[in-house]
RNA sequence: GGGGUAGUAGCUCAGUCGGUUAGAGCGCCUGCCUGUCACGCAGGAGGCCGCGGGUUCGAGUCCCGUCUAUCCCGCCA
């Protein structure tokens, strides 16, 4: 089987060689006589002529072929009459006059177009289910390609800045502070199990002990969680741990890695530094950790002008220690009822009680709980938020951190609901990078009655804040940082704490985890933590993310060659699938039964 | 665990107020066609209206349940 050229290849330069191409079948144009079949291969398309007269055997091959057939023939390159030149195409100028043709495989119809406009309308069951026919759609050939150069650039850059590609075990142990974990159960250890690695985190750091300085990884991770748009229950991390090096240094090295992908993969130049937000300022501005910084709408805070107001629903919250919160949707004054109860149903999924807003229409506000509030207040508003008539206020006034987040939430609706309008544009390749920094070390678990870590407990704090571990814990910074692109987290990571006895301090005092439950989850971490661990920290970038951003896919699902259902299945293959009571007898296991 | 959306021909969809034989475009099959490139022309086949139950003289349409996909909340150290 010889294949001279892809079929991105023949120009006019090549007319009259002889040439074999191999591919499958795109498309067949047969008019009774003379017939065109459009080659495609991974690379591209070529125009392969059957003329009865001038190679009848071929010819009459080629009336039986059905497309996405594999085909291979031999032919001359001719120039297509000038008349009939396809601009659109590449190799338009060309076609190759087939002597020969060998149909590999003779295709049935597909179950579904093979086409960018046509097969992107499919559901995706039904391309999951076939997904080797979904993967030779151009948008998908193109995507696993960028994936493929991405991969390659975060590979030289690592190796450009010194670092070592080690892989490490994807059959662990399970710690359960995390999230849920995939358990294995053990054939030689009767009753013991595995867990799949959620990710690299502890194993990264024993490498540091171990001395090798500057690691990364593609790791595969695996988390037993419900899925999302941006979750799936295998994916890839981009994962990394540094040896002596501090928050800044941290930054630089990522920047520098991001500038070099966003440059070489889609030719973009980003501008550096990244700026960078503390977890406060986001939260006040944005009503997110995660900010979408590419419009306006930000948040402003009248906590201190309703202290004393005489609506009781903001005076509450002002006076037990919340915010009252407001947020300018400019123009949105005739939002519908149906898109207005949508966001109300949105905040109270987020606890909120209700939604109050003020609509601005014809010089009046428009509002159920205007009637409530004092000149003052009113003219507070007013002036700071730049009141116009259309204009449309949404309130939220509750605990500080939940008052942020649902408008936050609000926030995020209203832009769309006014780009759905034309009145807010975000210009395509625009990518807003930040960071953002200075979280809490830990968070209060109303349900747990504990502290828990915000990030994982393996993090240090800001050294000025360190005395604060014992008399008050939440306004503890640690050293954690995020990677946040146009309101995406891509990835997250901090300075880590590598004294033993902070790290057992944090465990025990702070978090209340049993001394005993520290030993046998994190004894072996303890342990090498005192002989000789140098200062280190790290990052993880969600790879898939990543990629879903690189080539604009609304979904990893797009980005990943064989991603799984929001229900943990794989369509194609059927996994997962039944066991036989041997299979299960061999790793102890015994069903329940159900029912 | 909870909320939203969708499910009608192989695919994408339409289907009025509950009414007679459920339609369209693409694809598929047959025939014709020697310069197309979304080739064209003529003809044809193709339906458990996701599944189960209910209301009704009558259900694709209304009600209840259920399954699947998807979006979101919870969850994701």
């Known amino acids: 089987?010889?294949?001279?050229?892809?079929?991105?290849?023949?120009?006019?330069?090549?007319?009259?060689?002889?040439?074999?191409?191999?591919?499958w079948v795109d498309s067949i144009r047969d008019h009774g006589g003379i017939l065109f079949v459009d080659l495609r291969d991974r690379e591209g398309i070529?125009?392969?002529?059957?003329?009865?007269?001038?190679?009848?055997?071929?010819?009459?091959?080629?009336?039986?072929?059905?497309?996405?057939?594999?085909?291979?023939?031999?032919?001359?390159?001719?120039?297509?009459?000038?008349?009939?030149?396809?601009?659109?195409?590449?190799?338009?100028?060309?076609?190759?006059?087939?002597?020969?043709?060998?149909?590999?495989?003779?295709?049935?119809?597909?179950?579904?177009?093979?086409?960018?406009?046509?097969?992107e309308k499919v559901n995706e069951d039904l391309r999951l289910t076939y997904r080797y026919l979904d993967l030779r759609r151009p948008r998908l050939r193109r995507i696993f390609k960028l994936r493929h150069r991405a991969?390659?650039?975060?590979?030289?850059?690592?190796?450009?800045?010194?670092?070592?590609?080690?892989?490490?075990?994807?059959?662990?142990?399970?710690?359960?502070?995390?999230?849920?974990?995939?358990?294995?159960?053990?054939?030689?250890?009767?009753?013991h199990f595995y867990a799949l690695a959620q990710s690299p985190q502890q194993f990264k750091q024993i490498l540091m002990v171990g001395g090798m300085e500057r690691y990364y990884q593609l790791a595969r991770c695996f988390r037993d969680e419900d899925l999302r748009a941006d979750r799936q229950p295998e994916f890839t991390q981009l994962d990394l741990e540094i040896s002596f090096i501090d928050r800044d240094g941290l930054y630089a090295l990522i920047e520098g890695l991001m500038a070099r992908l966003w440059k070489d993969v889609l030719g973009v130049e980003l501008a550096l530094p990244f700026p960078r937000l503390a977890f406060k300022d986001a939260m006040n501005r944005f009503g997110s950790d995660k900010?979408?910084?590419?419009?306006?709408?930000?948040?402003?805070?009248?906590?201190?002008?309703?202290?004393?107001?005489?609506?009781?629903?903001?005076?509450?919250?002002?006076?037990?220690?919340?915010?009252?919160?407001?947020?300018?949707?400019?123009?949105?004054?005739?939002?519908?009822?149906?898109?207005?109860?949508?966001?109300?149903?949105?905040?109270?999924?987020?606890?909120?009680?209700?939604?109050?807003?003020?609509?601005?229409?014809?010089?009046?506000w428009k509002s159920p709980i205007v009637k409530f509030f004092s000149e003052a207040e009113k003219a507070a508003?007013?002036?700071?938020?730049?009141?116009?008539?259309?204009?449309?206020?949404?309130?939220?006034a509750d605990a500080w951190e939940r008052a942020c987040t649902i408008l936050g939430r609000i926030r995020l609706e209203s832009a769309a609901l006014l780009r759905k309008r034309g009145r807010l544009e975000i210009p395509s390749g625009r990518y807003d990078f930040l960071w953002v920094v200075d979280f809490p070390l830990m968070t209060y678990d109303e349900e747990q009655g504990r502290y828990v870590a915000s990030h994982h407990p393996f993090t240090a704090p800001v050294p000025e804040d360190v005395p604060l571990l014992d008399s008050d814990p939440k306004s503890v910074r640690g050293q954690h940082y995020d990677l946040v692109l146009n309101?995406?987290?891509?990835?997250?990571?901090?300075?880590?704490?590598?004294?033993?006895?902070?790290?057992?301090?944090?465990?025990?005092e702070v978090?209340?985890?049993?001394?005993?439950?520290?030993?046998?989850?994190?004894?072996?971490?303890?342990?090498?933590?005192?002989?000789?661990?140098?200062?280190?920290?790290?990052?993880?970038?969600?790879?898939?993310?990543?990629?879903?951003?690189?080539?604009?896919?609304?979904?990893?699902?797009?980005?990943?060659?064989?991603?799984?259902?929001q229900k943990g299945q794989c369509l194609m293959t059927q996994s997962p699938g039944p066991v036989t009571a041997k299979q299960l007898k061999d790793v102890h296991l015994t069903p329940l039964a159900t029912g």
């Not at 800045?161 to 075990?169: D, K, L, R, S």
């Not at 903001?314 to 939002?335: N, T, W, Y």
């Not at 439950?517 to 990052?539: D, K, M, N, S, W």
């Open 1 to 23: 089987m010889k294949r001279t050229h892809h079929c991105a290849q023949l120009t006019a330069a090549d007319v009259g060689r002889k040439v074999s191409l191999l591919g």
């Open 46 to 119: 070529t125009q392969l002529l059957f003329d009865p007269t001038g190679n009848p055997g071929p010819a009459e091959k080629a009336a039986a072929l059905k497309p996405e057939s594999v085909i291979e023939i031999e032919g001359e390159v001719v120039a297509r009459p000038a008349e009939t030149v396809n601009r659109n195409l590449g190799t338009g100028a060309i076609e190759v006059d087939c002597t020969a043709l060998v149909i590999h495989n003779l295709a049935e119809t597909p179950p579904f177009p093979i086409d960018d406009t046509l097969g």
């Open 151 to 191: 991969t390659k650039v975060i590979r030289d850059y690592f190796d450009e800045e010194g670092f070592y590609e080690i892989e490490t075990p994807i059959l662990f142990k399970s710690t359960p502070e995390g999230a849920r974990e995939y358990l294995v159960p053990s054939r030689l250890q009767p009753g």
């Open 291 to 364: 900010p979408d910084t590419r419009f306006g709408l930000e948040l402003e805070d009248f906590t201190a002008d309703f202290r004393e107001s005489g609506f009781k629903v903001f005076r509450a919250a002002a006076e037990s220690g919340g915010a009252v919160k407001a947020l300018v949707a400019p123009g949105l004054a005739d939002i519908t009822q149906g898109e207005l109860n949508h966001l109300t149903e949105t905040a109270k999924s987020l606890g909120a009680k209700g939604l109050a807003f003020i609509k601005i229409e014809g010089g009046e």
């Open 381 to 396: 508003l007013s002036e700071r938020l730049g009141l116009k008539d259309g204009d449309l206020v949404f309130f939220a």
């Open 487 to 508: 309101g995406t987290e891509l990835g997250g990571g901090s300075i880590r704490i590598h004294q033993a006895d902070i790290q057992k301090k944090i465990f025990e």
């Open 511 to 565: 978090l209340k985890i049993p001394p005993e439950v520290v030993e046998t989850r994190f004894g072996y971490l303890l342990r090498a933590f005192r002989y000789g661990c140098p200062p280190h920290g790290g990052i993880a970038f969600g790879l898939d993310r990543i990629m879903a951003l690189l080539t604009d896919s609304a979904s990893i699902r797009d980005v990943i060659a064989f991603p799984k259902t």
